[in-house]
């Protein structure tokens, strides 16, 4: 049963209200939701252990506790996508793949304790483009499990059909997982992204403004529904997206349209065949859930809906028309200001942003950062026929930096890390070529000065515990 899953980092306190959450699942992010600094892994990797050892807690400064109810969410991790290296693990002279380190640490510590506790270590695979990097993260799972002495099949892996060349291989993907996979995803936000960074280069392909891009346009339409019909005839669970849309405890008018958009959305998704779908906010778990209960009653999912009814057509998945699409001013600066926003706050370790009372993850600055970068190169023009320049960026960024020193104060201002992100933003956006991924150049900024709580946190988890239930021969050292 995965009518409702919530995501979000590893976090300690936000662990501990994600699996309490009444959520039938929690994704645990080391990914998009995650700055991947050294600190967030490694103590995000000591927190999920706690979890599963159900000795977690967190006590906040005004004394507040937070412990595990005796009810909790079923517990999955989203390893970081392989395009990310981490460059503090280095194996023959060279870093590995993120996605390894946080597949292998969470995988070798916990494998053993998750199955005695009658789950197993589940998985969501991101960033996949082709049915041979999901051979590759099969060849991964077996040699994971025989190293272990793990029964293959063990480990159940969802796929994120987030980018628009793994929409054409979904058959292939589930069939190169067969053994391990129990369903896709369609996020949303990434594969928006990849639309537009495929076809960056194609004069016909213009996106307008991001609010315009919605779940209902035809494109995005014909890859969902796609989706479901792909996962139901493998029996396979289909799982839908994550609306960014959050509640705001201080602003009831905020909350009482962002449950109205969030309740839309997966009516939308209930009514298309999706078996579940995701939230950011523990308020939102029940709104999500509604739509599920009402259209599934007693059963766990409709894996027996097949929409039989659509057709496999190329033609309508990259068909990127959007009736009445517009580039507004409002659009520009929006893409800018969220941009800098998130990035400003995913260098001092944040990952997962509230802005403008939408969620922002990294898929989502991605999104606003490409948009630019694609009206600049095509000379797009504004709904009231002017041209979009350099010149006019550089000058509505300065505005925008501006009003956020207003919102924010000359102290946090002066204390972040605004004068980095506006240098990344504007060099992503003007640059000849188009950078794969923001976080590329971004990692290389990030803040690495490591305090005596990490180091704290390492030997006392560590050290009592890289052995236990694991064997004798497995070994691992920082």
Not at 177 to 205: M, Q, T
Not at 431 to 437: G, H, L, M, P, T
Not at 456 to 462: G, P, Q
Request: glycine residues 6%; contains cysteine; charged residues 25%.
């Amino acid at each position: 049963k995965r009518w409702v899953e919530i995501t979000g980092p590893t976090e300690r306190k936000m662990i501990i209200n994600a699996l309490n959450s009444g959520a039938d699942v929690f994704m645990a992010d080391f990914e998009d939701a995650n700055t991947p600094a050294w600190h967030n892994m490694v103590i995000g990797h000591a927190n999920l252990m706690d979890a599963i050892a159900r000795s977690i807690s967190f006590k906040n400064p005004d004394g507040k506790e937070y412990k595990l109810n005796e009810k909790i969410a079923t517990l999955l991790v989203r390893p970081r996508g392989w395009h990310l290296d981490e460059k503090h693990f280095w194996v023959d002279g060279k870093p590995i793949a993120g996605a390894w380190m946080d597949f292998g640490l969470y995988f070798f510590h916990n494998a053993r304790a998750l199955i005695e506790q009658g789950t197993a270590p589940y998985f969501y695979l991101p960033k996949t483009e082709s049915h041979l990097e999901a051979r590759l993260w099969n060849d991964v799972f077996n040699f994971a499990q025989d190293e272990l002495k793990i029964p293959r099949g063990t480990i159940r892996a969802t796929v994120l059909i987030e980018n628009v060349l793994a929409a054409f291989e979904m058959d292939e993907i589930l069939y190169e997982l067969r053994d391990h996979c129990s369903g896709l995803n369609a996020g949303r936000w990434d594969y928006i992204f990849s639309c537009i960074s495929k076809f960056r280069n194609d004069p016909a392909v213009i996106f307008p403004d991001r609010a315009q891009i919605t779940m209902t346009v035809p494109f995005m339409r014909a890859y969902t529904e796609l989706l479901i019909k792909t996962c139901h005839r493998r029996g396979a669970h289909a799982m839908g997206g994550m609306s960014a849309f959050i509640p705001n405890r201080r602003d009831p008018q905020v909350t009482d349209a962002a449950l109205a958009q969030v309740r839309a959305d997966k009516v939308r998704e209930s009514n298309d065949g999706f078996d579940g779908t995701w939230v950011a906010h523990p308020d939102l778990v029940e709104t999500a859930r509604a739509p599920f209960a009402e259209k599934l009653g007693a059963h766990l999912h409709q894996k027996e809906r097949l929409r039989n009814e659509v057709i496999a057509n190329a033609a309508p998945m990259i068909d990127f028309r959007i009736a009445n699409g517009i580039i507004t001013e409002k659009g520009v600066r929006n893409n800018i200001s969220v941009a800098l926003q998130y990035l400003e706050a995913w260098l001092g370790g944040n990952g997962a942003v509230a802005i403008f009372n939408l969620m922002e993850d990294a898929a989502t600055c991605e999104i606003a950062r490409a948009q630019i970068w694609q009206w600049l190169q095509r000379g797009a023009q504004l709904d009231d026929g002017r041209k979009i320049t350099r010149d006019l960026v550089r000058g509505w960024m300065d505005e925008e930096l501006q009003k956020i020193r207003a919102a924010f104060g000359d102290a946090r201002y002066e204390g972040g890390n605004f004068k980095t992100a506006s240098e990344i933003v504007l060099n992503l956006v003007t640059a000849d070529q188009f950078a794969e991924f923001l976080t590329l150049m971004a990692y290389e900024k990030i803040d690495e000065s490591i305090d005596y709580k990490l180091k704290t946190m390492i030997s006392k988890t560590y050290s009592k515990k890289s052995h236990r239930k694991c064997g004798k021969n497995a070994t691992l050292s920082f």
